[in-house]
T-cell receptor, first 111, second 110 residues
Framework: EPEVTQTPSHQVTQMGQEVILRCVPISNHLYFYWYRQILGQKVEFLVSFYNNEISEKSEIFDDQFSVERPDGSNFTLKIRSTKLEDSAMYFC?????????FGQGTRLTVV | QKEVEQNSGPLSVPEGAIASLNCTYSDRGSQSFFWYRQYSGKSPELIMFIYSNGDKEDGRFTAQLNKASQYVSLLIRDSQPSDSATYLCAVTDNNNDMRFGAGTRLTVKP
């Protein structure tokens, strides 16, 4: 069964460093998303991506964040200069028309 | 601001009982409604979705949608300890952007 895959599963980075979180969505899906979940808190929408451009972004998705679909299969989230409060689980999701399927997440720890 | 509200719980029911989970949403333009289950430390997994007013049943799960009241619910019949998880309500708008509620933590006691 097709699935959304995310790498790495866990990343530890120093404050101020850049990180790139990678996702391979399901191949025939058209909409791509990044969500964040701080430990013990709700799943928060970051950004949606459709037709090779950002469809919508939340107030969390500031200038420190960017997304790319560099090669038609990968979908990346870059955080330019990480802060302690960026520590969270980051989920990638994709869908074709209806329900979204989630990757297993990348746990980002900023120290 | 498109809000999705859920009672955070915890909701505790005995094994075999019916668990009732509720969700309200603020955006009247919302198109589709989803229930996801999330075990601790895991990603959300889809349980079911509903688009039209009324009830939709899938095994032990029934989703109910009332667009006039901007209300969607999930009933779990014959609750099992393995149903213990956080249940996330999600709503998409006409751009297919999905927003989640904070989730309701359900505990089913043997």
């Amino acid at each position: 069964e097709p699935e959304v895959t995310q790498t790495p599963s866990h990343q530890v980075t120093q404050m101020g460093q850049e990180v790139i979180l990678r996702c391979v969505p399901i191949s025939n899906h058209l909409y791509f998303y990044w969500y964040r979940q701080i430990l013990g808190q709700k799943v928060e929408f970051l950004v949606s991506f459709y037709n090779n451009e950002i469809s919508e972004k939340s107030e969390i998705f500031d200038d420190q964040f960017s997304v790319e679909r560099p090669d038609g299969s990968n979908f990346t989230l870059k955080i330019r200069s990480t802060k302690l409060e960026d520590s969270a689980m980051y989920f990638c999701a994709s869908n074709r028309v209806t329900e979204a399927f989630f990757g297993q997440g990348t746990r980002l720890t900023v120290v | 601001q498109k809000e999705v509200e859920q009672n955070s719980g915890p909701l505790s029911v005995p094994e075999g009982a019916i668990a009732s989970l509720n969700c309200t949403y603020s955006d009247r333009g919302s198109q589709s409604f989803f229930w996801y289950r999330q075990y601790s430390g895991k990603s959300p997994e889809l349980i079911m979705f509903i688009y039209s007013n009324g009830d939709k049943e899938d095994g032990r799960f029934t989703a109910q949608l009332n667009k006039a009241s901007q209300y969607v619910s999930l009933l779990i019949r014959d609750s099992q300890p393995s149903d213990s998880a956080t249940y996330l309500c999600a709503v998409t708008d006409n751009n297919n952007d999905m927003r989640f509620g904070a989730g309701t933590r359900l505990t089913v006691k043997p």
